[in-house]
């Protein structure tokens, strides 16, 4: 009988590490940045200095649009001198020229690109602070 519980016991403990273990891979796998109901794709990015709210919309091939919000670590606006966008395609390496972001208001800026093929992509964003302060962060993106 002691048998019997002992194995009981430890089938359960091994079903919970599978069941823990799988927790864990279907958080780790899934990318950073999530589609949203109206077809865009939505991802935040950050690092010790800086965080961006990055909206691709629409979030399929074809020409999109690229929208940044700015923040500092404390979640209050902040103002860039320059951003520039990277976009690198994983599955082929193809990496597309940088595009310098337009300004939009004190911490948001935009971006157009021509377009954009179904599949993984790489999203870059440069931001320069200040002359001596710059900033580089990069991020999975999905396109449709």
Same mark, same amino acid.
């Given at each position: ?9 430890? +089938? ?14 279907? *958080?780790?796998?899934? /990318?950073?940045?999530?589609?949203? #109901? ?14 961006? +709210? ?8 074809? /020409? ?5 919000? &700015?923040?500092?670590? #404390?979640?209050? /606006? ?14 082929? !390496?193809?990496?597309?020229?940088? *595009?310098?972001?337009?300004? #939009?208001?004190? #911490? !948001?800026?935009?971006?157009? *690109?021509?377009? &954009? ?6 999203? !870059? ?20």
């Amino acid at each position: 009988m002691k048998q019997i519980k002992s194995l009981m016991s430890s +089938n359960r403990t091994i079903a919970g590490l599978v069941f823990a273990m799988t927790a864990l891979l279907s *958080v780790a796998a899934t /990318p950073l940045a999530a589609a949203t #109901d109206d077809d865009s794709f939505f991802t935040h990015l950050h690092t010790e200095k800086a965080m961006a +709210n990055v909206t691709v919309s629409p979030g399929r091939a074809g /020409p999109v649009e690229i929208a940044i919000q &700015l923040e500092t670590t #404390d979640e209050t /606006p902040l103002s860039a001198k320059a951003v520039s966008v990277t976009l690198v395609d994983t599955q082929t !390496g193809r990496k597309l020229a940088p *595009v310098e972001a337009s300004r #939009d208001g004190e #911490d !948001g800026w935009r971006v157009k *690109v021509a377009q &954009l093929t179904p599949g993984r992509w790489t999203l !870059g964003l440069g931001i320069s602070i200040s002359e001596a302060d710059h900033v580089s962060v990069e991020s999975p993106i999905l396109i449709k």
